[in-house]
Structure formats: C-alpha cells, structure tokens
C-alpha cells in the first residue's frame, strides 16, 4: 500500500492539533492555579527539547560514517548537568530575583543593563540559530519527500531547480511559524512564561523517544536478530569494521572540542536557557533534571548504532543519504505504518526545536533590538501612545515568522552541501560565544561591560570568518577560492586553517580561534577597564546572589516621580487590571494609600522597572523608566559621603563587636569572683559558726563549775579545788583559743606584725625542746635530737618559728605511743632550703585525712570519744607561718607508723645576713589573706 | 548550607571522573576491533560509562548528609 500525501498531512495536522489541545489544557489549568508543568518531571522532558531532527535523523547519519564519533554532542551535556548543580542553580536564582526574560536579557542585565551588549547578544543568537532552523526544516521536508515519494531518490532531489512554492520546506516553516505565534505570542506576561508551551514540549519529547525506540527495537530484533547479530555481521565488512574504533570519529582533541562544545550548547542555545531557566517553575526540579535528562539522551541514542549499521548493510553503499535511515528502513520493509509514527517523531523533534528557539529569538528581538531601538530614536517616542503591549506582540509574531523564513532562505542557499550535524555545529559554536560573559559574569565580579562587548563581538566576528562565511562559500554564494587559498590568496587567512593551523576540523579549528579571541578580549578588557557604578552594582548581585534576600535591590539612584506617571507607563504595556494588581500588593505590603500618597519613590520605581522588565527586558525596562522619571545620578562627593558612611558604620559595629566581647569576658570573670566571693562569706560563716561552738564549749563547763562552787560554798576543800583546777584550765584553753583566733585573722588579714631576724633552727630547736622538756619527761618519751649537719641560717620571726616547733612538739607527744613514745627532730638542708622534721610513733594519720588536718578547726579522730585535745587552729596557724616565710609545711604518715611533719625555709645566703633590719625578701601575700605557695 | 556544598562537591567530582573516562587515553585503550557479546567493546565502554555516570549523579543527588 502507497502512503497517500493526504494521509500524510492529515496526521501531521491532527498530530498537531494534539499539540494545541495539550498547550490549551495547560494553559487553562495554569489560569486556575493548577498547573500540570510543575514537576520536575515534565520539567527534564521540556529540556529533551535539546534533542531536534539532528538527534532523530542526523545521529544516525553521522554514525553512518564515523562510529561513536555522534556522542560528544550527549556526553558533553551529561557531563555538564553533573555542574548544574552550582552553575545552573545559580543562574536560575539569578533569573527568577531579576525577572531575566532570556539569555541576551541575562548578559546584557549583568554588565549594567547595557542595551548595546543586550543587541550584540541578540544578533549572535538569530544568526548563529537560523542554520540550526534551516536544519530543521531540511530534515522535515526531507522526511515529507521521504514519505511522499516513497523512494530513496527523493533525499537528492536537486532543490535548486524548484520554485519556492513547490517546496515542502517553504509551507513546513510557515506551518511552524503558525504554530510559534500561536504557542509563544498568546499574551504579555510579567513572567514570560509560557505554561502550555512547555507542557506540548513536554508531550513532543516522550513522543520522538518513544518512535525512535519502537523504530529502533524494530530494526534490531525485527529486521536483524538482535544487537549482536547486527554488529557481528558488520564485522565482516571491512569497511564497516573501522566503524567500532576511534579510527573514524575524529581526532581525539576534535573529539575533547566537540564534547566541551556541547556543553557550552546545553547551556547557552536560546531554547535551552528558555527551557531551563525561564520556564523553571521551581528550583528544586532541576535537581531531578541532573539525572533525567541525561538518562534521556541515553535511551534516545541506544539504538543509533544499530540503526546505523543496520542500513548500512541494508542499502548498498551511498545509494539512501543515512540521514534518513530511520525513515527508509521501515519504508524499504514495507512498514508503513511504523514509518508514519518515526515521522511524527521526526516531526515533534523539529517542531518543539523550532517553536521554542523562535519563541526564545522573538523575546529577544523584540525586547533587546526593536524596543530599545524604538525608545531611543523612534520618530514615535513610543511614551506617547499607549497598549504598547499590542506593539511588543506584533513585533514578536513577524520576528518569528522573518527568522523562520531566514532559516528557510538559509536551507535555500546551502541546500543539501552539509549533513545535518555539521548545520547544527555551526550554530553551536555560535552560542559557545556567550560561555566566557556568562560564566565570567555569575563568578568573577571584576568582568566589565567593555570586555564582555569586545569578547562576544570579536568571538563573533572569529565564528562568522571560520564557519559561517566558508559555509556560503561551499554553497558556492562566495568563491570557492575564498576557502582555497584564502581571501585575495592570502594563504595565512585562509578560513579553516588560519595563520597555519591545521590538522583541525573547522568546528574544533573555529572553536579554538573564537574562544581565544572572546576570552582574551573578556578578560584583558575587564581587567584594565573600570566599571559603572551600575555594572558594579549589578555585578556584586549576580556573583553573590547566595548572599541576598528577596526585594533586596541596591539601588545607587535617587529618582521620584509620581503613581500616576508610573502607572501609566505600566499600562503601557500589563493590562489595567494587571497594574492595579501589583500596586495593590506593593502599597498592602508597605501600608500605603494611593489615594493619599502619590510620590513614587526610588523603591516603587525599582518595583515597577522589574514589573515592566519581565515584559521588555531589564534594558528596555530601564530606558522606559528613564523616560519618565527624574533620576539624578549619585555625585562621586556624595557616593564617597555614602562610602565614607558605611565603612564608619561599619568600623563602629565592629567597634560594638569587641566592646560586647571585652563585656563578656568581664561578665564572666565577675560572675567567677562572685562565685569566689559567696564561696569566702561561707568560709566566714563557717568559721564564726565553729569559732563561736569552740568558744561556748569551755565557757559552758567554766559556768557550769562556777555555778557549783557558788551553789555549794560548803563542798570540801579537795572538789573544791579540783573544780577549780578544770575552771582554770577551760580558761587557759579559751585565752589559747582566742589567740589563735587573734593570730589567725592576724596573718590571714595580712596585719600580723613580723619581727625577722637571723635565724639559726639549731638554736631555736634546742630551746622549744628545753620548753617541752618537762613534758616529755612526764611521759615517758624517748626524745632524739639530730642537729648533727652543719646548715646555713635563715631569716625569719624567732618566736613564730618557736611557735610552730612547740605546735608540731606538743602535737607529737599527744600523739605519741603511750607506752613506749618516742620523739625524732631533725634538722637537715637541701637546695637551699632548711627542713625540719619533727615524727612520732602514733597511730598516724589516714592519706586522706594528710591535707584536711591543716584545714581551721579539723581534727581528725573520732570526735564522739575522743575529746578535742586542741583547739583545731594550730596546724592551720603554722601552715600559714611557713608559707608566708616561703616555705612549706606537710605530713607525711601512714597509719601505724607514726607522723612527720616537715617545714622547710628559705637559706638566706652567708653575706646578707648578721643584720637585725628587714631583708629586702618580702613574702608574697594576697590582699584575701593567701599566701602564695612557693615550692620547696 | 552544608549538604548544598558537599553535593555540589560530589558532582564536580563526578563530571571530572566523566572527564577522565569519556577522553584521550582511557578512551584509546577501548578502541579496538574486539567484541564482547558480539558488541564491539568500545560501544560497551562508552554506553556503560555513560550508565555509571548517570547512576552516581542519581545517588549524588539521591543522598541525604
């Protein structure tokens, strides 16, 4: 059965109508609130837009010839999506807080709203896209002859012999036209999105996935007997067998270059920045996108290889263009049908191509070119006349349908020279132009407008010399000999191996030459050139949007103007309804009434320039506001003024920073010598409390015994005269007692009166024993003196020191063992320092009782039986006699074995002493009655 | 804040493992008549690379610390 040519166009149109029902549903539902495009979902489907006919037929084609050398164009993508993840994030939140309407808008709006950058952009994006839309068209009429004529031979029509109007190219781009302005021109919207566009793309990418992988599965397991079976019988071909190495798929630098040019594609195609950042509803789905969309070009390109061979072995050698295999095959089958459903697919490849990267261009055009063009130096000065909405739309629909028709002129003029990968290079190197102001611009906030203009107009210029130029030529619209032997024979010019370079092809060769000079110019420009103060601003928001809020405009203008002036200018171009709306929300959010305030400040004016920019672009936004309100620039005294400001500003928070820090800081020491401070009044409380009990206990019994003698005047003399032994004694105890005390707030209040002298211990030794002597001999104790060593003297108090020696002796015979008691003291010196030891045979003290003992009042031993032998003050009061003379006093016992206590001092060297004066050593003492501890 | 930046981190180290496997001299050692399968094993090479790379963004992205 024969394919009719109504059939054909049937589908295609019903096909079609499909598109619009779909774009019409979402768009409803859009208008309700509930839209269908926000999910990440659709959203990785809408960028497989990068996926057009050179994907669907010229993949194959190029397989044909050269292997894997089809992939760089996939791979490159995939591994740029593993970066969107910084880099596309960032342009996207930059896009959505500037209400960026398209990559010319992005540019321009970076370097200081510039409407010369935004048209340079503008142009290298038309021109640089229309052989990718005479692509486009190429492949669908071809696909239509394909069908149409239902012979191989139809591929080489010679359309050169065809008048406009008998060729399927010129109806397929009025029809995609129509379908362009239907989709994309609906209305004016502050967003520029564009809702039931991006769903019918949507719907466009899961239809030539799914023709191209029944196609494939068809070719592969209907045709031949599996993936195996078709490579194995390519491999017996010789001249297919080059076709599984790298042999023919280039060059490996040809191969780097191609990969990172399509990365620069993914990126910067007008549609591609459309699809991925215009039309973004939500940020987050771009994360889904990272991996979707390159699982998407993974599923596509399954089957091209084996496609690929496939008709290779099929047809015999350069009979069928490969370009069209996925079509031939089926129809060389007799497989109508299935070849009907790969031209759908070829034709949703095309067509969501097309309609986009007009859609995108018309935006562009419209916003960059002719409105600005229009505000400038029109004769109209549009200001005047209003719906300039109805304007903005007219000039949209007839770019669309002027750069479809350049497309078609294009395809008209180059014909079938080129395959259709070689098209699509062209313009993909035309778009790498934008990667350095881009990439430069969101990361490197020295980038100026100067280098960026240099940079794109000079890799522009490089591109047009190198590719687009020896393109017309090939088509024989210049002299061959132009790419022969260069213009005027200039062989150094030549346009593929300029200067000498060669061994490139001419998209790696284009590529290197254009990015050297675009770099270059970028970035020796940017560094010697200096910025606006608008492209200063604008650059510090773009490099560090992380750092921004919402609404956070930093505006280095002063401008009023008046609501009304305002809302006329908005009216110009939103609908009345639309502008009411959105100065409703601004005077809700400010609690504003516009019926009393009528002065539009610099932020109303902010406002209303980004409401106006998601229509006509930043740089036309600002030429229109401009327009309309006084705007005084900032003088350079008053910015300095305002500098001068904020860095006092900042010097003082700073200032404040360390201030609050230094109040910490004292904060938190207060707060520890309070601590210090209630741990002392409880020290003090304690001691009074045990002080005043110690006091009670020998005051009660001297009362009690008092009260007796005075009840009873009859006892006899013999209780009479022990009671009064046990009253004198108490009394002794409680002189004892309060002396201690005396001496103890004495020394520790720093107030106790010190008598130095020159000391020798030996002395002073032998005449505290002869005081106790007595004592000793009373109780049977063995006293051994051991003052043999021959020891320096020393400075200090001799009765102090007398004191602590009778302290440590008394407490040594108290302690002593009853029966067989025996007393050691010995005198000793050590580096410089004398020690005394005094040790007994006791019962010894516990290790940790060893410190507690020199505490106030401690005395260890069970206080229920035993009674209290000592006031509990005198070891403190030693203690506090040594360390204030720079020495120390410690215990060493173990239980059973008797005590130790040891004191040392301070020698005072031979020289200084034989003076009754003060020496000039002056013990440490804190003013809390401490003494530092020195070791000994 | 934190998670941003790891992830991010993650998938640079990802597009230059990609980097490596999809060039000159990795690439070169694949390119050879050889089939596996009856599939040349450049083929293999370079469409499994692919599905790795694919996988680990989709666990880069997947992974919550």
Not at chain 1, 227 to 237: H, K, L, M, W
Not at chain 2, 16 to 37: E, K
Request: with cysteine; aromatic share 10%; glycine share 6%.
């Amino acid at each position: 059965m024969m394919l009719q040519g109504g059939i054909i166009l049937f589908v295609s149109f019903a096909y079609i109508g499909i598109l619009f029902a779909i774009a019409h549903y979402s768009d409803k539902r859009a208008d309700a609130g509930r839209s269908v495009i926000s999910n990440p979902y659709i959203y990785s489907l809408s960028l497989a837009v990068y996926c057009t006919a050179w994907t669907f037929y010229g993949s194959v084609g190029h397989a044909a010839s050269t292997g894997i050398g089809f992939l760089p164009i996939y791979l490159g993508p995939t591994l740029m999506a593993a970066l969107w993840y910084l880099v596309m994030r960032k342009i996207i939140r930059i896009s959505k807080l500037h209400h960026i309407t398209s990559i010319a808008d992005f540019i321009s709006s970076r370097y200081g709203k510039s409407s010369s950058l935004a048209g340079l952009v503008t142009i290298i994006a038309v021109v640089g896209i229309i052989p990718y839309i005479s692509l486009q068209l190429e492949a669908v009429s071809t696909s239509f002859a394909v069908m149409w004529e239902h012979s191989e031979i139809a591929a080489t029509v010679p359309r050169n012999n065809m008048t406009i109007f008998s060729d399927t190219a010129f109806y397929v781009a009025l029809l995609l036209a129509m379908f362009a302005i239907i989709f994309g021109t609906r209305h004016l919207d502050t967003t520029e999105r564009h809702e039931g566009l991006v769903a019918a793309i949507g719907f466009e990418s899961i239809v030539k996935l799914l023709a191209f992988l029944v196609v494939g599965f068809y070719i592969t397991y209907g045709i031949f007997n599996g993936f195996g079976d078709i490579f194995t019988r390519a491999s017996q071909v010789p001249e297919l067998q080059t076709l599984f190495t790298m042999e023919n798929a280039g060059t490996y630098t040809d191969w780097t270059w191609l990969m990172f040019l399509s990365m620069m594609a993914i990126m910067f195609l007008p549609r591609q920045f459309q699809m991925t950042v215009v039309e973004n509803v939500n940020e987050k789905h771009l994360d889904k996108a990272i991996w979707m969309l390159p699982l998407y070009l993974l599923l596509i390109n399954i089957f091209v290889l084996p496609i690929a061979l496939g008709g290779r072995l099929l047809f015999p050698s350069g009979v069928v263009d490969a370009d069209t295999f996925v079509l031939t095959i089926p129809i060389s089958q007799g497989q109508e049908e299935l070849a009907l459903l790969v031209f759908l697919g070829g034709l949703s490849a095309a067509t969501g191509m097309v309609i986009v990267a007009t859609v995108s261009l018309s935006t562009m055009v419209s916003n960059e070119l002719i409105m600005p063009a229009l505000l400038h130096f029109g004769p109209l000065r549009l200001s005047k006349s209003r719906d300039l909405g109805g304007v903005l739309l007219t000039i949209r629909r007839s770019t669309i349908i002027i750069v479809l028709l350049l497309g078609y002129v294009y395809f008209r003029a180059t014909g079938t020279s080129y395959t259709l990968v070689s098209i699509g290079l062209i313009s993909f190197a035309a778009v790498a132009q934008f990667a350095p102001s881009i990439f430069g611009g969101i990361y490197w906030k020295t980038g100026n407008h100067l280098g960026a203009i240099t940079g794109l107009s000079a890799g522009f210029v490089m591109w047009t010399y190198t590719l687009f130029l020896p393109s017309l030529a090939e088509s024989g619209y210049l002299s061959p000999s132009f790419i022969a032997s260069g213009p005027f024979g200039i062989e150094l010019l030549k346009p593929y191996a300029l200067l000498g370079l060669s061994g490139l092809n001419p998209i790696t060769h284009s590529l290197f030459w254009s990015m050297l000079v675009n770099v270059g110019g970028y970035m020796i420009l940017s560094l010697v050139g200096r910025q606006t103060i608008i492209e200063h601003s604008q650059a510090a928001q773009f490099v560090d949007i992380y750092k921004q809020a919402e609404d956070n405009d930093i505006r280095l203008w002063r401008s009023t103007s008046s609501v009304p002036v305002i809302r006329s200018i908005l009216e110009q171009f939103l609908s009345p309804a639309r502008v009411d709306e959105a100065l409703n929300q601004y005077a809700q959010k400010r609690n504003l009434d516009w019926s009393k305030d009528d002065v539009a400040d610099t932020e109303l004016i902010n406002y209303a320039e980004r409401l106006l920019a998601g229509s006509v672009g930043s740089a036309s936004a600002r030429v229109l506001i401009a327009s309309a309100v006084k705007e005084e620039p900032v003088s350079m005294d008053e910015m300095m003024y305002m500098l001068d400001e904020t860095s006092k500003v900042i010097a003082y928070s700073r200032e404040l920073e360390q201030k609050s820090r230094e109040l910490e800081l004292a904060t938190s020491e207060l707060r520890a010598a309070n601590e210090q401070l209630k741990q002392v009044d409880r020290l003090k409380d304690d001691f009074i409390s045990t002080v005043t009990h110690e006091l009670r206990t020998p005051l009660t019994s001297i009362r009690a015994f008092s009260e007796i003698l005075y009840d009873n005047p009859d006892l006899d003399s013999a209780q009479r005269s022990k009671f009064m032994n046990i009253i004198l004694k108490e009394n002794e105890r409680l002189t004892r007692l309060i002396n201690n005390v005396l001496d103890l707030s004495k020394i520790e209040s720093g107030k106790m009166e010190w008598h130095l002298t020159t000391l020798d211990l030996k002395e002073v030794i032998e005449e505290s024993v002869a005081t106790v002597e007595q004592l000793i001999k009373e109780e049977n104790i063995t006293l051994d003196l051991d003052l043999s060593e021959p020891t320096s003297l020393t400075v200090s108090d001799r009765d102090r020191i007398t004191q602590v020696l009778l302290n440590l002796l008394s407490n040594a015979i108290k302690f002593c063992d009853r029966e067989n008691g025996k007393i050691t003291v010995r005198l000793g010196e050590v580096d410089e320092q004398l020690s005394v030891s005094v040790l007994d045979n006791g019962p010894g003290i516990k290790l940790e009782n060893q410190e507690l003992i020199f505490d106030k009042f401690r005395q260890v031993g069970d206080t229920l039986t035993d009674k209290p032998q000592g006031t509990g003050l005198g070891l403190p009061i030693c203690r506090q006699i040594i360390t204030h003379f720079g020495g120390d006093l410690w215990v060493e016992s173990r239980p059973g074995n008797g005590s130790k206590f040891i004191f040392t001092l301070p020698v005072v060297a031979p020289n200084e002493d034989g003076s009754d004066n003060e020496p000039d050593y002056t013990p440490p003492i804190f003013a809390n009655g401490q003494t530092q501890k020195e070791q000994g | 804040m934190n998670r941003f930046v790891i992830r991010g981190q993650r998938l640079i180290a990802i597009f230059f493992i990609g980097c490596l496997l999809f060039n000159y001299p990795l690439l070169s050692l694949f390119s050879t008549t050889g089939m596996l399968w009856g599939i040349p094993i450049l083929y293999i090479y370079a469409f499994t690379s692919w599905l790795i790379i694919i996988v680990l963004m989709f666990i880069a992205i997947k992974l919550r610390h």
